[in-house]
């Protein structure tokens, strides 16, 4: 199975702020990654997906790079509504895996 | 408008069974690649199993058989069938509708997700 490692698990910023985080796979999985935001009681939500496509009606300050083994998340000024957890997910084959999560608190 | 409206979840003691249930409104499960992705209490994400359009089936080794997927064209739902479930089943599970579009993929809608809790 491909593992995920994120870092860092937990990010304390303030809004404003540029946060990155940080996405490494245990083989190459091409760009079949995606970036994903949970909050708490809710569904996770696609952000990001081949690795740096912005899914549609996400806002533009949410970008993504990588391919291969490595891959960041950037969100590139902070707002309230980004406190959550985000989760990376490779699709490059099964089992599908997850990353262990970022939590993304206040300041 | 698409949903997915999972239910069946619930307490159950170890070694007992249960059935989940996706209700889909909004595309044709039968087209789709369909999978249900768990999280346990407090924890992180967990892919679970698949049922590709062509009706084969994949699953984690975490729940290889215990776990069976399926689905009815008929009533256009996915279900789960837990059976020897164990406290460590014990999670929230969540089916999702897998998108492919040209040479990506990624997990585009998501039901709400219900509780299941292994205890006795």
């Known amino acids: 199975d491909i593992q995920l490692t994120q870092s860092p698990s937990f990010l304390s910023a303030s809004v404003g702020d540029r946060v990155t985080i940080t996405c490494r796979a245990s083989?190459?999985?091409?760009?079949?990654l995606a970036w994903s935001q949970q909050k708490p009681g809710k569904a996770p939500k696609v952000l990001i997906y081949?690795?740096?496509t912005l899914q549609s009606g996400v806002p533009s300050r949410f970008s993504g790079s990588g391919s291969g083994t490595e891959f960041t998340l950037t969100i590139s000024s902070l707002q309230p509504e980004d406190f959550a957890t985000y989760y990376c997910?490779?699709?490059?084959?099964?089992?599908?895996?997850f990353g262990q999560g970022t939590k993304l608190e206040i300041k | 408008e698409v949903q997915l409206v999972e239910s069946g979840g619930g307490l159950i003691q170890p070694g007992g069974s249960l059935r989940l249930s996706c209700a889909v409104s909004?595309?044709?499960?039968?087209?789709?690649?369909m999978s249900w992705v768990r999280q346990a209490p407090g924890k992180g994400l967990e892919w679970v199993s698949v049922?590709?359009?062509?009706?084969?089936?994949y699953h984690a080794d975490s729940v290889k058989g215990r776990f069976t997927i399926s689905r009815d064209t008929s009533k256009n739902t996915l279900y789960l069938q837990m059976n020897s479930l164990r406290a460590e089943d014990t999670a929230v599970y969540y089916c999702?509708?897998?998108?492919?579009?040209?040479?990506?993929?990624?997990?585009?809608?998501w039901g709400q997700g219900t509780l299941v809790t292994v205890s006795s």
């Open positions: 999702a509708r897998e998108y492919l579009t040209g040479s990506s993929r990624y997990f585009d809608y």
């Open positions: 909004g595309f044709t499960v039968n087209n789709n690649y």
């Open positions: 049922i590709f359009s062509g009706g084969s089936t």
């Open positions: 083989q190459g999985i091409s760009s079949y």
């Open positions: 081949a690795a740096s």
């Open positions: 997910q490779q699709l490059n084959s099964y089992p599908y895996t």
